[in-house]
């Protein structure tokens, strides 16, 4: 199968330069092997969800150039299919109705990142309800649903980080597959969704290092091939803590609102790429630049004086 690779952003916020640099390696690694790449607009978690911010970051990615070949894909639009996904686990016994009021139960539509947001492991409280208590407990609750994780090492070779394995039922337990108000789960949303739209390459920050494993599960359950995983690790503050939580100077709305030129972002981007100096350069030289073993496999800080200066900001 051809390349096709894909950007996923959840729109709960404005685009930092770390997404930003994530972005743009994807679309980087799918141009230079004449592959495609897709967008594809992770909505689920409707509380946290703008319009705004998706707006913003579809001009933040055409302010780039960084173009997508395909309608968007948005996933509030394709609930149908995550049902249809979890109905055939259903019929193979993968996932089991779980009526515990826990808080990871409605975090479950957002992709967790970072092994803190993980929450504890689930201890199996719901596995072996008999039927008569599963109707006795619905009366009163709607249930999520679990996915019956497989114990046993789960490893893969990730293309930047090396060989990585996770023992899910250790290390997480049944994990939440369809929140008991009914949306489905970042993680198989993101399983069903990559393999409906022939992904073959999976790049993203390396906090999601961590949920492939359960995202493998997943494949394996619903017997579908699974795609080629790059995790790129993050961008830092100078603080040592990733970029995601900040704002302002970050943000790439803000930069493209103050008139900057697309080819200083697309300069300093490429720094923290191994692929330039910090100055000014256009996309279409960058696809020139660009070769698979330039993809960083280590942290970068964003220092407040190179972006400063990098970005010609006052
Ligand atoms: N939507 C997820 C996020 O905002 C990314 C999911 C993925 O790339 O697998 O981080």
Redesign the pocket.
Known sequence: MSFRGRF???PTGRLHLGNARSALLGWLQARAAGGQFLLRV?DLDRARCRPQYLDDLMRDLEWLGLTWDEPLLFQSARDAVYRDALARLEREDRVYPCFCTRAEIARAAS?P?GLSDEGPRYPGTCARLSSAEISERSRTRTPAYRFRTQPGEVSFVDGLQGPYAQDVEAAVGDFVVRRNDGVAS?QLA?VVDDAATDITH?L??DD?LSSTPRQLQLYAALKLTAPEFFHVPLVLGEDGKRLAKREGAFALAELRERGLPAERVLGLLAAWSGLGDGTPVALAELVRRFHPEALPRTPVVAREQTLVTALGLE
């Open positions: 996923a952003p959840s992770e992709a990142h970042y993101v999976v993203r920050g999601l």
